[in-house]
Every structure is written in C-alpha cells, then in structure tokens.
C-alpha cells in the first residue's frame, strides 16, 4: 500500500464542466504527480509539486490547474473538460531516490 | 525520434519461458533506469531500480543498462501466468528536473499456462 487515494475512482462528464481530481497522501512525501495514460501515448505528465504552493508544468499541461495547499493534497482541475481530455489519470508520489515512483490506483474520466 | 522506444508487443510465451524485455533511449544524460510493472485497471509499481550501467538481479527478474548502447533490458526467468501485465520501461537524468522522469510506452506480457 503506497498510502495514496485518488478520488473519484470513475467520473464521467459532460463537455464544459469542470472536474477536480483528488491526490491525497498519508505520509508527508514533498514530491506529487499527475500522470494521464492513454493508448498510445503510455503516460505523461500533466503538472507536479515538489511542496505546499509549488508546482510545475509537465509535458501535457494544456487545460489543466493543479493546486497543493497542505502537504498530503494534490488537487487536479479540467476547468472545462473537452473529449481529448477522456483518459485514466494517475496520481504518485516519489518516496525514496530519483525515479523512485509509488503510484495511486487511477482515476478514470469519461467526457460526453 | 522519441526520448525512448519501447515495442508495444503484445509478446506471449508459455510458462516458464525467459523473458525479454527492452528499450532504447537517445538522452546520454539518463542515469537512473527503472522498470514498472502495471497489472490490468492498476497503477503503476516499482519492479527494478539501476543507476548507471550494469546488471541488478531481484529472484526472477534481471535489470541490465548498458549505457554505450543506450539500451535497457528486463529480463524474466521461469516466467509464471501471474506475470502477465504491461512492462514500462522509465528513465531520468541526474540533476534534472523531478519532474523529467521519461516513460516507454510499455510492452504487454501474456504468459500462458
């Protein structure tokens, strides 16, 4: 158990709304990402965090925000979801070295 | 040309075969090598870890990197069906950002009974 949750676990949208992911962590990590894994692409970073307020973007950061305002939160917002943004997300933290990765069970987002 | 390349399969082999799986990279810069291993409507887990070159050997499973060739492996001994997953290969260079960690597109695995 990597001591992540991710919710919700399946959400399906309309285009237009806006959906908020929930990371949260029961460890204190600093490091916390969020990955979205499509066919095709296998998985890429959307934003991380590396401490509370400080975030970066990741190489599919387009039409998403991230927030981090305690230490086990990361929050990820679609502020108004498009069918391109239908995949699994996946959240993680870096517990130990570089690369060092502990994945959440996914999220999976359906946008009509 | 991607960062890394990994052949999608999907690979079968029957039980107890050996296993292997591969990725090629172009970054020189890469120094921390990883294998995950992710089961169907799972999260990602952490299988290998290697810095640098060389071989790690954990049970069944053998990482090898050789960084002349930018060229990792993984290989499987005694393959069992309960290691049939998808296999993603991931990489990062030293000093960089944390958030630069590369991933292969994974290599699904059937090993069958």
């Known amino acids: 158990d990597a001591g992540i949750t991710q919710s919700p676990r399946h959400k399906v949208t309309e285009t237009g709304t806006p959906v908020t992911l929930r990371c949260h962590q029961t460890e204190n990590h600093r490091y916390m990402y969020w990955y979205r894994q499509d066919p095709g692409h296998g998985l890429r970073l959307i934003h991380y965090s590396y401490g509370v307020k400080d975030t970066d973007k990741g190489e599919v950061s387009d039409g998403y925000s991230v927030s981090r305002s305690k230490t086990e939160d990361f929050l990820l917002t679609l502020e108004s979801a498009t069918s391109s943004q239908t995949s699994v997300y996946f959240c993680?933290?870096?517990?130990?070295?570089?690369?060092?990765?502990?994945f959440g069970e996914g999220s999976r987002l359906t946008v009509l | 040309q991607k960062e890394v390349e990994q052949d999608p399969g999907p690979l079968s082999v029957p039980e107890g075969a050996i296993v292997s799986l591969n990725c090629t990279y172009s970054n020189s810069a890469f120094q921390y090598f990883m294998w995950y291993r992710q089961y169907s409507r799972k999260g990602p887990e952490l299988l290998m870890y290697?810095?640098?070159?060389g071989n790690k050997e954990d049970g069944r499973f053998t990482a090898q990197v050789d960084k002349s060739s930018k060229y990792i492996s993984l290989f499987i001994r005694d393959s069992q069906p309960s290691d049939s997953a998808t296999y993603l290969c991931a990489m990062q260079n030293y000093g960089g950002s944390q958030g630069n960690l590369i991933f292969g597109k994974g290599t699904k695995l059937s090993v069958k009974p």
């Open positions: 993680a933290i870096m517990k130990g070295a570089i690369g060092e990765l502990f």
């Open positions: 290697t810095y640098s070159s």
